[in-house]
């Protein structure tokens, strides 16, 4: 009897889930985009504060637009980022035992792979017929999945290490952003612009140190969601 119970209680909770999907027509789709992001650093020892060049990688991922009135919807996502940053350095150094003038590069990468879920708010603009500018604003938790160092130094051989062990395993920030999307038959194709300000440290300081290190990025993604 009480399988039965569950089985029926079980089957009602999918109807109701299912019913209340519809009825409110949620919208899945998917995302794929260009990422670029780097760190911003201060310290108070030190004084001043320190910021890379971005690092270029992708997101992509899956999303769900869930109207709550005709021109506002909460848009949870799922989706990979790429982050990082990057340093170059070039010039000449003068030896003096040769003298001559030999000229150095130095370059290094910080490659960040992390599963984020954002969660947006949007307001809609209804403008011209089928198409809608849309603004955006909410939050974005990462969890860091990998982290890789690498180093290109003349005269010297490439450097790569796992940096794993000196990064944060969670990344917490804000998105705000705006986009337009076409209101389509089936689909809705989108495309949108994404400002990220990360609000925790995401590398860990050595003993000693007071730096705070926290991630700031764009993303420009284009996406299509689905009529169901």
């Known amino acids: ?18 019913g209340l999907f519809a009825q409110v027509k ?28 971005s690092r270029t990688g ?3 991922g899956g999303l769900l637009d869930i109207p709550v009135a005709k021109v506002f919807s909460i848009e949870p996502g799922v989706v990979f980022s790429m982050r990082g940053a990057y340093y170059e350095e070039s010039g000449t150094d003068y030896d003096p035992y ?8 130095y370059k290094s990468w910080l490659k960040l792979s992390y599963l984020a879920i954002p969660v947006h708010a949007r307001l809609k603009y209804p403008g011209i017929p089928k198409v809608d500018p849309y603004m ?35 990344d917490f920030g804000f998105d705000l952003g705006v986009g337009v999307e076409l209101s389509l038959q089936k689909v809705i194709p989108f ?16 003993p000693g140190d007071d730096f705070f290190s926290t991630s700031k990025g764009i993303e420009i993604k284009t996406g299509l969601k689905f009529r169901i």
């Open 191 to 206: 495309v949108e612009f994404v400002y990220n300000k990360g609000l925790v440290k995401i590398i860990k300081n050595d």
């Open 58 to 60: 992708m997101v992509a």
């Open 136 to 170: 955006l604003a909410g939050l974005n938790f990462g969890i860091l999945l990998s982290a890789k160092s690498k180093k290109e130094e003349t005269g010297s051989p490439t450097v790569e290490e796992d940096w794993k062990s000196h990064m944060n395993g969670v």
């Open 98 to 105: 040769t003298g001559q003038t030999i000229a150095y590069s």
């Open 26 to 53: 949620v919208q899945p789709g998917i995302t794929v985009g260009l990422s670029m992001f780097k760190y911003h650093e201060t310290s108070e020892s030190v004084g001043g504060s320190y910021e890379p060049d």
């Open 1 to 18: 009897m009480d399988k039965r119970l569950l089985r029926l209680t079980a089957g009602a909770l999918l109807l109701f889930s299912v």
